[in-house]
């Protein structure tokens, strides 16, 4: 099955549209997807995850999501969760990317689900950038940032939260800390002592 000129592609949980999109089917069930395009590139959305290039091929045996690859000028964001702000989207992107799933059991529906295991992206350089937050943290102080370039990155999942970011080749990057909260009654212990009133001038002496 094909779609020419401004397709669109729906699955249970993803949308996709293209310049071309071709359809592998085989026992009514959709196998692969390839998609392709100039004037609209490539771009598959789901509520976690995004991934847009110049090409995409997305392999789905017995409709089972298990890996996504996009060629040429590769872009792909994700969400922690449906509750975590923009500000805090991780992306990766290169020449290239690889993006694989595995599949676990909803807990709601008890059906079985595709989960983000394991981005890889390579390029010249390849780049990401990564949200790390604290889970021991009381003080709402923000997550920790991570960005990276390479030639390789492979950023492994742990769940549904980074677990490491792998950098190869010739790699850089800044990794920044969140600043820590400092509570008021701190300020005021911290806060300097006022300094002595001036002392008056002794009177001078009479001639």
């Known amino acids: 099955m094909k779609a020419l000129g401004q397709g669109k592609a729906t699955g249970a949980d993803w949308t996709l549209t293209a310049d071309t999109i071709d359809l592998r089917i085989a026992d009514r069930l959709l196998q692969q997807t390839f998609a392709w395009g100039d004037t609209t590139r490539p771009h598959a959305i789901s509520a976690l995850y995004t991934i847009q290039s110049d090409s995409l091929a997305i392999d789905s ?4 999501l298990t890996e996504s690859r996009g060629f040429g000028n590769a872009f792909s964001t994700a969400k922690r969760d449906s509750t975590t702000p923009a500000k805090e989207t ?4 290169g020449d290239s990317l690889t993006i694989r799933f595995v599949q676990e059991q909803d807990s709601i529906t008890h059906r079985p ?3 983000l295991h394991e981005l890889v992206s390579r ?3 390849a780049r990401a950038l990564t949200h790390h937050p604290n889970e021991r943290d009381t003080t709402n102080a923000g ?4 960005y990276s370039r390479g030639s390789r990155i492979t950023v492994a999942m742990l769940k549904d939260r980074i677990d490491r970011v792998v950098v190869a080749g010739k790699a850089d990057g800044v990794h920044l800390e969140p600043r820590p909260a400092v509570e008021a009654d701190s300020l005021k212990r911290a806060a300097p002592s006022a300094p002595p009133p001036p002392r008056a001038p002794r009177p001078s002496a009479s001639p």
């Open 123 to 125: 390029g010249s350089p």
């Open 61 to 64: 045996p017995g409709e089972v």
């Open 90 to 93: 991780d992306w990766i992107t």
């Open 143 to 146: 997550p920790s940032i991570n």
């Open 113 to 115: 689900r595709s989960r």
